[in-house]
Structures are given as structure tokens and as C-alpha cells.
């Protein structure tokens, strides 16, 4: 091994320095090619699509807005589909009607008889109702009582 005399080791860390500036100096003209470069795509990109806006926006005058009519001639259809729906399904299910059981009050407490109103509440028409009754002992006064505060009140 041979001893190499200290203007050698300086002139080989100078050569290494400058190997080093010229590799950044590369490096970042390189990233500055690729951001031109990106900045005139996104140019384009943009010439290009505000181009196609102002084609649609042309083409969609020149036709009296027809595609926005017939946007909204679906949109009508649709919600008068789902208005018709509804319309089935209330008159199948009754809807938002319901039957009313009133007792007719007598004036007879003897006979304890009540003859039954039977009415429904709401447009709609209610089909297939059942009305369960049991059958046991009626106090005719209190059933009277009640029939009279009902009918005052």
C-alpha cells in the first residue's frame, strides 16, 4: 500500500463534489421537464374539455332543451307510477282508514240492547273486516252511564 500525499485525497473529494452537484443539477432539470410536461397535458386536458362544455351547451340550446324535457317527462312518469302505486295499495290494504264500532245508546235500560253503528273513517274502502264480540254479563246502567257521558261530552 502506497501513501498518497494530501493534494491527491483533495483533488479525488473535489472530483466527488462535483460529480455529486452535476447528478442534482440533472436530477432537477428533470423534475422540471416532468412538471412542463404535466402542466401543458392538464392545458390540453382542460382546452379540450371546456371545448366539449361549450359543444353540450350549444348543441343542448339548439334542441330547446329537449334532453332536460325529456328528463323531466321521465321524472313525472316515475312519480305518477309511485302516486299510482300508492293509490293500488291503499285501496287493497285500506290505507290510513280504519273502522269505527259505536254502540247506539237506547234510551231502554231494561232491555240492555245496543245496537251497533259499524263506519269507516277515510277515503279509502275497507274490505274483509272482522269484528270479535264477547259475550257475557252487561250492567245496562253502567253501559248507559258511559253511553251518556260520551254522547254530553
Not at 20 to 37: M, R, S, T
Not at 45 to 63: D, I, Y
Request: hydrophobic letters at 40%.
Amino acid at each position: 500500500m502506497s501513501i498518497r500525499p494530501r493534494s491527491e485525497k483533495l483533488v479525488w473529494i473535489i472530483i466527488g463534489f462535483m460529480l455529486f452537484a452535476g447528478e442534482v443539477y440533472v436530477i432537477d432539470q428533470e423534475h422540471i421537464k416532468q412538471d412542463n410536461d404535466h402542466e401543458a397535458v392538464m392545458d390540453r386536458q382542460q382546452t379540450q374539455f371546456a371545448a366539449t362544455m361549450r359543444e353540450f351547451f350549444k348543441t343542448n340550446k339548439n334542441e330547446n332543451g329537449n334532453f332536460g324535457k325529456l328528463l323531466d317527462k321521465e321524472s313525472d312518469t316515475f312519480n305518477g307510477m309511485k302516486r299510482n302505486t300508492r293509490d293500488m295499495e291503499n285501496a287493497l290494504t285500506g290505507g290510513d282508514s280504519y273502522v269505527i264500532v259505536m254502540p247506539i245508546w237506547v234510551s231502554d235500560p231494561i232491555t240492555a240492547e245496543f245496537p251497533l253503528m259499524v263506519s269507516v273513517a277515510g277515503k279509502n274502502t275497507m274490505y274483509d273486516v272482522t269484528i270479535e264480540m264477547q259475550e257475557g254479563d252487561i250492567n245496562a246502567q253502567y253501559m248507559a252511564s258511559h253511553m251518556k257521558e260520551y254522547l254530553v261530552s
